[in-house]
């Protein structure tokens, strides 16, 4: 007679469901057989020597979470509030350019996922799928919101958030660190330049001649064009890819709703703070007006801990996505957001936190040496 062992791995059933999902890394190992090496390369890489993209990810090392206990209070309750709708847990996607190169169904999947989960989901200027089908693809529908890089040609860049608005996007997230496009020695060396056949920015589509336009990362872009995006929408606008805590003053008192902390992942200016480390700075400058958001190296439930605790409202997932998109499709974008959920929930316990406005900047010890 075989013994079983005391740990053994449920069989499965042979359906569709995905493994078990234990921790977010996993989708990265998986996502990494599958993609073509190029595209993989893309989404996993950063700029120059990738030291910011790296330090990211290993700066949460440097955070202790000092828990409090015998505070009882049961079920976590995650949801938040942002721009006066109840969003069910302070995790959005953030957006990333061509998930089809990630999964043949693309945006249209990772929207099908973070409808079911209740979110936001930000569909990049560069998505592979027009707007209107990423907004049409999900039930129930996700939240959306876009993000833009603003073009030198304000017509277009007026047409463009026109399309956003008409698509039901709930706000407007401008990418403001890049009026150039980071040098990315990975996408040099391998020559990626252009996407397969069949595969656009849709949403760069132009409506008088039907042509998809190039993104232009437009050095030009000032203040000046954040007052003309002001007078172009009532959405809301989130500033994406501020750090530096006079930007965050400025970018308050140009009537923007909310700023992202954010180093576009490590793939603008390498040499740039980890966003957890420039985040206290921003919220102290400032200072409960607007909301601050945080993305870049968000892996585990104690990091979105962490950084709600030193003040964000909410944080951005960017790579993780992708992997989960390629690894599994949008079941996998479904499990990672679950995983994240639960995560923080049991993070949360642990700390002594209901709800995130109990988590404050006294629980985090200050950076401790890594
Ligand atoms: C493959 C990839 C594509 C991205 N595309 C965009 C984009 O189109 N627009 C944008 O504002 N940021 C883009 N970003 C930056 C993300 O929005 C986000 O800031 C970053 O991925 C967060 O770091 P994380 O990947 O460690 O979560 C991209 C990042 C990656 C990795
Ligand atoms: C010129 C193509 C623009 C794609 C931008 C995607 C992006 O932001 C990234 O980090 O990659």
Redesign the pocket.
């Known amino acids: 007679m075989s013994s079983v062992p005391a740990q053994a791995t449920p069989r499965r059933a042979a359906t569709a469901d995905p493994p078990p999902l234990y921790r977010v890394d996993d989708l990265e190992a998986e996502a990494r057989r599958r993609l073509d090496p190029v595209h993989r390369d893309?989404?996993?890489g950063g700029a120059g020597d990738e030291r910011t993209?790296r330090a990211?990810?290993t700066a949460f090392d440097g955070y202790r979470i000092l828990p409090r206990v015998l505070r009882g209070g049961g079920e976590r309750d995650l949801r938040i509030e942002l721009f006066g709708e109840t969003l069910p847990m302070p995790v959005l996607v953030?957006?990333?350019?061509?998930h089809r190169l990630a999964h043949p169904q693309g945006e249209v999947a990772t929207a099908r996922a973070v409808g079911a989960a209740g979110t936001v989901m930000?569909v990049?200027?560069?998505a592979t799928t027009p707007i209107e089908a990423v907004a049409g693809a999900a039930d129930p529908p996700a939240r959306l919101w876009f993000?833009l890089?603003p073009q030198p040609d304000l017509g277009f860049t007026a047409s463009v958030i026109r399309r956003a608005e008409a698509a039901g996007c709930r706000a407007l997230?401008v990418?403001v660190?890049?009026p150039v496009f980071g040098r990315r020695d990975r996408d040099l060396r391998n020559g990626f330049l252009d996407l397969p056949p069949g595969c656009r920015c849709e949403n760069m589509r132009d409506p008088e001649s039907g042509r998809v336009r190039d993104i232009v990362m437009d050095a030009t872009l000032d203040w000046a064009r954040i007052e003309w995006l002001r007078e172009t929408t009532r959405l809301p606008i989130v500033l994406?890819?501020i750090l530096h805590p006079a930007d965050a003053r400025l970018a308050v008192e140009h009537g923007v709703d909310a700023v992202?902390v954010?180093?576009?992942?490590?793939?603008q200016l390498d040499g740039a703070p980890a966003?957890v480390d420039a985040l206290p700075a921003v919220v102290a400058a400032v200072g409960g007006r607007i909301p601050v958001l945080l993305?870049?190296?968000?892996?585990r439930g104690t990091d979105i801990l962490a950084a709600l605790a030193l003040g964000a409202v909410a944080v951005?997932?960017?790579?993780?996505v992708?992997w989960a998109l390629a690894a599994r499709g949008e079941p996998g974008v479904r499990q990672l957001l679950d995983l994240l959920r639960a995560e923080l929930a049991r993070a949360m316990t642990l700390a002594g936190a209901v709800r995130p406005a109990d988590l404050t900047r006294e629980m985090i010890l200050d950076r401790v040496p890594v």
């Open positions: 893309f989404f996993a993209l990211n990810e953030s957006p990333t350019a061509f930000v990049s200027m560069a993000q890089y997230v990418t660190d890049s994406k890819g992202l954010s180093n576009h992942g490590g793939r966003s993305d870049g190296g968000i892996r951005g997932i960017g790579r993780p992708v």
